[in-house]
């Protein structure tokens, strides 16, 4: 079962899950966002700095590449670019979907990431 690395913050998370089948979800958020509960492992950024950020989501996609096959569910704003960003390194969307967040449903990412 794949790991799901996401930037959603609202209940479409559940349905991310869903779509992707995964087994464990690293929810990435900036570091001045509160989240209540516990239900996923959570990594906090500071997008004030870049390159501190891009280089914890690599080590973020290394980790995860480790144990399991990575999927992606993003929502549509600076950190879910800086997050695909970092998957083109890894070459994930060559292997499989991505899905965006997009008039608050998620879809499949229609784009080349070459």
Do not use: H, W
């Not at 993003?74 to 695909?84: M, S």
Request: proline share 1%; hydrophobic share 45%.
């Amino acid at each position: 079962m794949p790991i799901l690395i996401t930037n959603i913050k609202n209940d479409l998370i559940t349905e991310a899950i869903k779509l992707t089948q995964a087994e464990k979800t690293i929810l990435v958020l900036d570091k001045y966002f509160a989240l209540d509960g516990d239900t996923y492992l959570v990594e906090y950024l500071d997008l004030q700095d870049m390159e501190g950020s891009s280089s914890q989501i690599r080590d973020i996609f290394r980790r995860a590449l480790k144990e399991e096959e990575v999927e992606l569910a993003l929502e549509t704003d600076a950190l879910g670019l800086l997050i695909l960003e970092s998957a083109k390194e890894y070459e994930i969307f060559k292997k499989k979907n991505i899905f965006v967040v997009k008039n608050g449903r998620i879809e499949k990412f229609k784009a080349c990431l070459c």
